[in-house]
């Protein structure tokens, strides 16, 4: 169904390809303003820049609004006599949600910046499968999170204020503002275990090589065991919020 809207994908893109060039530019006068030698070059971090514009969809940094006007219009007891498992029903619905989007920009995103803004092609075959492994996981995960945020409008109704609190968090410590790499030393190991870095950073140097192809059994091990926490968490808030569900209105 979320395919069907090429129109506001062909928006989403050139939206995504105009940040696109502000970050670029940004870090192109960063670069050109010092001597010191950075963890990861130039060229590393403009394809690090467009391949977090191509991605962004991915990330668990907006809400569902189909999701919450079920919420606050009390047809979220349609849902309740839906013969599915309803955790992982809306759980599918996040990946559709993030999925599609992506299919939809991410070829035009690749070509154009590609051809002509500097973005770079994997670093090898072997980086490229580790990427797609990687990237797979992350959907995973940003799923899991995605799921537990749905979850709390049962409490809040809107949700906005976890969901603004939790895409400023994302935002800051996956990479999609500022690459890892050039946060401060004693940073990177807590980074490094955290998830968020998981969704983009991580992914990302595997495609350019940054990180070698092999280091994507750990990574999609520790994305998995994230996801799973979240999952048990997710399913566990659910249920909470079933026992004690209250629909007001006809």
């Given amino acids: 169904m979320l395919l069907q809207y090429r129109a506001a994908a062909l928006g989403g893109f050139l939206c995504q390809l105009f940040w696109g060039l502000i970050r670029t530019?940004?870090?192109?006068?960063?670069?050109?303003?010092t001597d010191a030698p950075q963890p990861i070059s130039l060229e590393q971090v403009i394809t690090y820049v467009w391949l977090g514009q191509a991605m962004l969809a991915l990330m668990p940094y907006r809400m569902d609004r189909e999701m919450r006007e079920l919420m606050r219009s009390g047809n979220v007891v349609y849902e309740l006599l839906k013969p599915v498992d309803l955790y992982f029903f809306w759980y599918s619905r996040n990946v559709a949600s993030r999925v599609a989007p992506v299919l939809l920009r991410c070829f035009p995103m690749f070509l154009v910046a590609g051809l002509f803004l500097g973005l770079s092609g994997p670093a090898s075959l072997a980086s490229a499968l580790a990427w797609l492994a990687a990237t797979a996981g992350a959907v995973l995960l940003g799923c899991a999170i995605a799921n537990c945020l749905a979850i709390t409008m049962m409490w809040t109704v809107v949700g906005d204020g976890a969901w603004q609190l939790t895409s400023a968090t994302l935002w800051l410590l996956s990479g999609m503002i500022v690459p890892l790499p050039l946060f401060p030393d004693w940073m990177q190991p807590v980074l490094s275990m955290l998830p968020f870095g998981m969704m983009v950073d991580m992914p990302f140097r595997?495609?350019?090589?940054?990180?070698?192809p092999e280091a994507v059994f750990e990574l999609v091990g520790l994305q998995l065991m994230w996801a799973l926490a979240f999952i048990v968490f997710g399913r566990s808030l659910l249920s909470l919020g079933l026992r004690r569900l209250v629909v007001q209105g006809g």
């Fill in 25 to 33: 530019m940004i870090f192109t006068a960063f670069y050109a303003s």
């Fill in 206 to 212: 595997l495609y350019m090589g940054h990180l070698p």
